[in-house]
Structures are given as structure tokens and as C-alpha cells.
């Protein structure tokens, strides 16, 4: 069996033994018995996953706040500021391991905004919501503001 199959094959059966074993190469320089193309594969998606956990966290801190702002249901208010402020929480500490997810914020809003809008929607059919975030979409005031206590623009 060749080292490329022994080290596909350690990526197929044990990715966590996989990953180890590609480390330790790495630090002893021994490039030339990498598995490359696994190795790239895995680089690529650590990127895809930071790019998916900002418009999740989007998604869900978006969708409370529509609720919180949008349907009046006194009761589950304290609930849905709970998840406000964890996935605000969540997204800074995002933002403070992956600072140049700060360049994907506009993207990714967009696209958390048609989801979250969607899912509200769908969840409360007799609210209305607006087509478009009627608030400040930056960074600072999705992660400050009580929106919730402003006055009312959409």
C-alpha cells in the first residue's frame, strides 16, 4: 500500500487521528508526506464554516428581533431578548477570533435577513413584517442596541 493510500485512508477512517498526524508533519516540516489534498479540503472548509456561523447567528439574532420588535406577546419578550443578547455575545466573540468576517457583515446580513424574514413570516402569518430591516444594519448597533426601545420607524 502506497503512503498516499495510508494517509487516505487514515482520513476516511479516523479524521480526528488524520488531523493529529497532519499537525505534528507540519511541525517537523516533513511536507512531503502530507496528504495535500485532503489538507486543502479542510483549510477550505474551516473558511466556509466561519462564513456559515455569522449568517447563522445573523439568522437567529434577526428572527428575535423581528419578534421582539414586530409581535406583541408581552410574555415571550424576556425569552426572545435572552437569545438577542446570547447570539449578540456569540457573534462578538465571532468577530473578535475571525476579525475579517467584519468584510462579509453586509453579505452576510443580506442573506441572514431573507431567511430570518421568511422563518418570521411563516411562524407569525397575522404579524406584519417589513420587507427590509428598518433599523441600523451595522456591526456596533446589531450588536448594541435595544432597537426594541427606540422609536418606532418601520
Given at each position: 500500500?502506497?503512503?498516499?493510500?495510508?494517509?487516505?485512508?487514515?482520513?476516511?477512517?479516523?479524521?480526528?487521528?488524520?488531523?493529529?498526524?497532519?499537525?505534528?508533519?507540519?511541525?517537523?516540516?516533513?511536507?512531503?508526506?502530507?496528504?495535500?489534498?485532503?489538507?486543502?479540503?479542510?483549510?477550505?472548509?474551516?473558511?466556509?464554516?466561519?462564513?456559515?456561523?455569522?449568517?447563522?447567528?445573523?439568522?437567529?439574532?434577526?428572527?428575535?428581533?423581528?419578534?421582539?420588535?414586530?409581535?406583541?406577546?408581552?410574555?415571550?419578550?424576556?425569552?426572545?431578548?435572552?437569545?438577542?443578547?446570547?447570539?449578540?455575545?456569540?457573534?462578538?466573540?465571532?468577530?473578535?477570533?475571525?476579525?475579517?468576517?467584519?468584510?462579509?457583515?453586509?453579505?452576510?446580513?443580506?442573506?441572514?435577513?431573507?431567511?430570518?424574514?421568511?422563518?418570521?413570516?411563516?411562524?407569525?402569518?397575522?404579524?406584519?413584517?417589513?420587507?427590509?430591516?428598518?433599523?441600523?444594519?451595522?456591526?456596533?448597533?446589531?450588536?448594541?442596541?435595544?432597537?426594541?426601545?427606540?422609536?418606532?420607524r418601520g
Open positions: 500500500m502506497t503512503q498516499m493510500q495510508n494517509l487516505n485512508d487514515l482520513y476516511e477512517q479516523d479524521i480526528l487521528l488524520w488531523s493529529e498526524d497532519t499537525v505534528a508533519k507540519l511541525k517537523a516540516r516533513d511536507f512531503d508526506h502530507l496528504d495535500l489534498e485532503h489538507l486543502i479540503e479542510e483549510v477550505e472548509a474551516l473558511g466556509i464554516s466561519q462564513k456559515k456561523e455569522l449568517v447563522s447567528r445573523l439568522i437567529v439574532l434577526l428572527e428575535h428581533l423581528l419578534k421582539r420588535l414586530y409581535v406583541p406577546l408581552v410574555n415571550d419578550y424576556p425569552g426572545w431578548e435572552r437569545t438577542i443578547r446570547t447570539q449578540r455575545a456569540e457573534l462578538e466573540v465571532l468577530l473578535d477570533v475571525v476579525p475579517s468576517l467584519e468584510n462579509r457583515w453586509e453579505i452576510g446580513f443580506d442573506k441572514a435577513w431573507h431567511i430570518a424574514l421568511k422563518n418570521v413570516r411563516k411562524e407569525y402569518p397575522q404579524h406584519s413584517f417589513p420587507d427590509q430591516w428598518p433599523r441600523e444594519r451595522s456591526i456596533a448597533p446589531m450588536l448594541n442596541c435595544d432597537f426594541w426601545l427606540e422609536p418606532s
